[in-house]
Structure formats: C-alpha cells, structure tokens
C-alpha cells in the first residue's frame, strides 16, 4: 500500500469490520509513525458449516479467501485512506479470529492490536472473546483500543 521499506518492528491489528477494529487500526497506524513499523492488518475468515461432514471445495475456499481480502482491503482503506502514511501489509487467514491474530502475532510482532470488541457477541462487554483469548495467549504486548464513548 505505502512505499516498501525493511522495518525493525511489525505491529498486527486485527481487523473485522467493525468501526472498532477500524479504530484499532487507525491507533495501529498512528503507533506505526512513531516507530517506524509495519503495520500488518490481519482479517480471519472461516468456511461455513456444511452440516452434513463434507468439506468446502477448494475452489469455494479459494473464493472466501479472495473475499475476506477484498472486505480487508476495504475496510483498510475506509479507516486510513488510499495512501495510508505507513507500510501495511493485507493478510488473510482460515480459521478461527484468535488463532489467526496469534498465528500473526507469533511472527515477530513487536505488538498485537485489537478492538475492545467486534463484531459478536454483547455489545455491553467490557472485552470481547477474541480479545480475552488474545490478551491471556499473545506472545506479545496488546494493546486494547477502546472508543472514547466507552
């Protein structure tokens, strides 16, 4: 998205769609300026249940994952614009949002950054699910950005 440039530090922020993940995003960023990092913006997707056992075809997969990244890639450039004033890099992956965020986050981040909550759950949670898992589990810092509102 920015010029490529070699970073010392990589910052991951997970990114759901949700306007908190986009302030997650945004403080990620602004974090990112300060230190001269990469920001990785990481988005999980998974398939959907089939019901019966069968798997999703690998072509279905393929096309969730393009997807994720399109909504990714959306929601990047909704929260920082077109020409963000950092390096991001856009990463997708299978499975559940906690191991996906930690999955990232065990490649060297210096910092994982997450929404007080997503898109789930109760909306009067003090800290979403993922969150929790992520906090206790993270083989890095987190930081938990909430809205000024909370």
């Excluded at 070699?6 to 960023?29: M, N, P, T, Y």
């Excluded at 249940?49 to 997807?67: H, I, R, T």
Aim: charged fraction near 20%.
């Amino acid at each position: 998205m920015a010029e490529e440039q070699v970073h010392d530090e990589k910052i991951v922020v997970g990114v759901d769609g949700s306007e908190q993940s986009r302030r997650a995003l945004r403080w990620a960023v602004r974090q990112a300026r300060f230190t001269h990092a990469l920001v990785e913006a990481v988005m999980a997707w998974e398939p959907p249940f089939s019901g019966w056992g069968g798997a999703v075809a690998v072509a279905e997969e393929a096309k969730l994952a393009d997807l994720a990244h399109a909504a990714l890639a959306e929601n990047v450039e909704k929260a920082v614009g077109a020409q963000p004033p950092v390096t991001i890099k856009l990463r997708v992956g299978e499975g559940s949002p906690a191991w996906v965020l930690l999955g990232a986050a065990r490649e060297q981040a210096s910092l994982l950054v997450l929404g007080h909550r997503g898109l789930g759950g109760f909306t009067g949670a003090m800290l979403g699910s993922v969150g929790q898992y992520c906090v206790q589990h993270a083989p890095c810092p987190v930081v938990v950005v909430r809205d000024s509102a909370s």
